[in-house]
């Protein structure tokens, strides 16, 4: 059977309606943060990640762990827009080489094909070959996604990548502050939610 490898791609949202100078920014800041993936997360990646097509980046994993981390590290790093992420599993059909855009195969291809459904779906996390249970879980971690406010959305995203004392450095608000809007996210449901995701993925 040959190697199975997962393909990740994200698109940034809207991203041409950006002014110039944002979307430059935004450019420049995708690329400084796809460069700290490919060394926090190297004894996992079989293909490094890179910038394609301007505001969308391509990766190539060994196997899917380390999606949770790395697809939440860099929504919080780089929060100008909104992000689909896709992942999909498969074999590639050319040799390895240094970057993902290199690379081809059926691993890309799945993953693409989720990215577009996602599009069509409103969905932020997809999946190609990894199974119906993360296609559920990824509905509804995108209509929570969706039914919070922009502010909640961010608060979401650095609660599940930094302690609540960094939050509110992030937000520029106090840590009881953090408290409170956790608790009206419900963020416990939230967090046990985010558990059972990332077992699945691991399993």
């Keep these: 059977?040959?190697?199975?490898?997962?393909?990740?791609?994200?698109?940034?949202v809207a991203s041409r309606r950006l002014s110039s100078a944002v979307r430059t920014r935004l450019q420049s800041d995708l690329r400084a943060g796809l460069n700290q993936v490919n060394r926090r997360?190297?004894?996992?990646?079989?293909?490094?990640f890179a910038v394609t097509r301007g505001d969308q980046f391509q990766g190539l994993l060994t196997g899917p762990e380390p999606v949770w981390e790395i697809t939440h590290w860099l929504r919080a790093e780089v929060p100008q827009v909104d992000w689909i992420m896709a992942a999909g599993r498969?074999?590639?059909?050319?040799?390895?080489?240094?970057?993902?855009?290199?690379v081809d195969g059926p691993c890309f291809h799945r993953a693409r094909e989720a990215l577009e459904e996602a599009k069509r779906r409103r969905l932020v996390l997809a999946f190609g070959g990894l199974?119906?249970?993360?296609?559920?879980?990824?509905?509804?971690?995108?209509?929570?996604?969706?039914?919070?406010?922009?502010?909640?959305?961010?608060?979401?995203?650095?609660?599940?990548?930094?302690?609540?004392?960094?939050v509110g450095s992030r937000l520029?608000?106090?840590?009881?502050?953090?408290?409170?809007?956790?608790?009206?996210?419900?963020?416990?449901?939230?967090a046990a939610g985010d558990q059972a995701f990332r077992e699945r993925l691991a399993s």
Excluded: C, N
Excluded at 1 to 8: C, D, G, K, P
Excluded at 41 to 48: L, Q, Y
């Design 90 to 102: 498969g074999p590639v059909h050319t040799p390895l080489a240094r970057t993902a855009p290199e």
């Design 41 to 48: 997360w190297r004894r996992g990646i079989a293909a490094r």
């Design 1 to 12: 059977m040959a190697t199975q490898y997962v393909a990740l791609i994200g698109d940034a």
């Design 172 to 190: 520029g608000i106090g840590r009881s502050a953090v408290s409170h809007l956790a608790r009206r996210m419900g963020w416990r449901l939230v």
């Design 131 to 166: 199974g119906a249970t993360l296609g559920g879980l990824a509905e509804y971690y995108s209509a929570l996604y969706w039914g919070w406010t922009p502010r909640q959305r961010r608060a979401a995203l650095l609660l599940r990548v930094m302690a609540p004392a960094e």
